[in-house]
């Protein structure tokens, strides 16, 4: 913890330093734009189409593209939200036949998800598609911008997990 609180009081004094840069304003700006695109987002309801998974619904389900089962507790964990709100999507996931959930038979409190017949093609197709506009958005990018483009957007996200944590 000491290190993250060097880290803060570091960034805190460049950011005294640099807060009248020219600039600033605008940064200032486009990171609440920013952090809106991201709560709309994840608040963004699924269109009727019975394939389609909402933004919440993909990052739950994301994981099982690679493990096949998960945990609620760890799918809710990767996700960032809680145990109840993994619980809250998966019954809707459930209901439509994407997700089925098996107590474990090692510890029964513990729930696994996977990904139904029906559901594993749903994912697949969203995965496709997400990573498909990723890769457009990055051929559209100056050679400059996507120099700095992977370092930039990891410390957004860490600024955006640091304003979810502000109390």
Do not use: C, N
């Not at 996700?79 to 996931?93: K, Q, Y």
């Not at 090692?106 to 496709?128: F, N, Q």
């Not at 996507?146 to 955006?160: S, T, Y």
């Amino acid at each position: 913890m000491i290190g993250k609180q060097a880290k803060m009081e570091r960034m805190q004094e460049r950011a005294d330093k640099t807060i009248t840069a020219p600039g600033a304003e605008d940064f200032l700006a486009a990171v609440d734009t920013f952090a809106r695109a991201v709560r709309r987002a994840r608040g963004a309801a699924a269109t009727t189409a019975p394939e389609s998974l909402t933004l919440s619904q993909y990052g739950l389900l994301e994981p099982l593209l690679e493990f096949g089962t998960a945990r609620v507790r760890d799918l809710a964990e990767a996700a960032g939200v809680t145990a109840a709100t993994a619980t809250r999507i998966l019954d809707a996931l459930e209901r439509r036949g994407l997700v089925s959930r098996d107590r474990s038979a090692e510890d029964r409190r513990s729930v696994r998800v996977g990904l139904t017949d029906a559901g594993r093609p749903v994912l697949a197709r969203r995965a496709a598609a997400m990573h498909e506009r990723e890769r457009v958005f990055y051929a559209a990018l100056a050679p400059a911008d996507r120099a700095v483009a992977p370092a930039l957007l990891r410390q957004l996200a860490e600024l955006i997990d640091d304003l979810a944590a502000l109390h």
